[in-house]
């Protein structure tokens, strides 16, 4: 098991270097019969952070998570992030019988280590790790208490209105919806883009 100041340490090596090099290295497809392999950032940053992949709901490092999210440079020059980050499926019974400060959700969040990653319309082989953010949400009530209003909110909608009802309109940090614009028989959470904010900050 690698610590959260391990991999921090480890990753921090990387920062301005492009990820498409090191995929290479660990023999990570970025694309095989001219289809791109999503995953491969983040194959790449667990590899460089001296973790082993893996798809289970626990955390991926003793008392850390490690999560990237992509970020995009506008035209007035600031760097926002791109998209939503997902925290974790949903098993509906699971949520309907587990409090937040027990679910998955708050065991993907409360300790994160952060990569932003630059995004590259033009160059989908091309990732620059931009950053490395360690956040321990357990130094923020206020944000606590408000992620854990959003969560029973999705939980006690699931209940009185079933599984269907979860959508994305919900929530001000974290949100229910579909994975995929194609799938809609499963949902996760994800977190906001306001949220991915306040993890990494407003700006680099």
């Given at each position: 098991m690698i610590t959260r100041h391990t991999a921090i340490k480890n990753l921090q090596r990387y920062i301005g270097k492009d990820l498409a090099r090191y995929a290479r290295q660990f023999g990570i497809t970025i694309y095989k019969n001219e289809k791109l392999n999503k995953?491969?950032?983040g194959?790449?940053?667990e590899k460089l952070a001296g973790l082993?992949?893996?798809n289970?709901?626990?955390?991926?490092g003793l008392g850390f998570e490690l999560k990237s999210v992509s970020y995009k440079e506008l035209?007035?020059?600031?760097i926002v992030p791109k998209e939503t980050m997902a925290i974790t499926m949903i098993s509906p019974m699971m949520l309907k019988k587990t409090p937040f400060l027990k679910s998955h959700c708050w065991d993907k969040l409360k300790t994160i280590v952060f990569c932003a990653v630059m995004w590259y319309e033009e160059d989908k082989t091309k990732a620059e790790l931009l950053s490395v953010?360690?956040?321990d949400m357990l130094d923020d009530e206020k944000l606590i208490r408000e992620i854990e209003q959003d969560y029973e909110?999705?939980?006690n909608k699931l209940i009185s209105q079933g599984f269907d009802s979860l959508t994305g309109v919900d929530g001000k940090w974290i949100q229910a919806r579909t994975k995929g614009q194609k799938n809609t028989e499963t949902r996760a959470f994800y977190a906001r883009t306001n949220l991915i904010k306040e993890i990494f900050g407003k700006s680099f």
């Open positions: 995953g491969w950032k194959q790449t940053l082993e992949g893996d289970k709901q626990a955390p991926n035209k007035n020059g600031n953010k360690s956040f909110f999705i939980r």
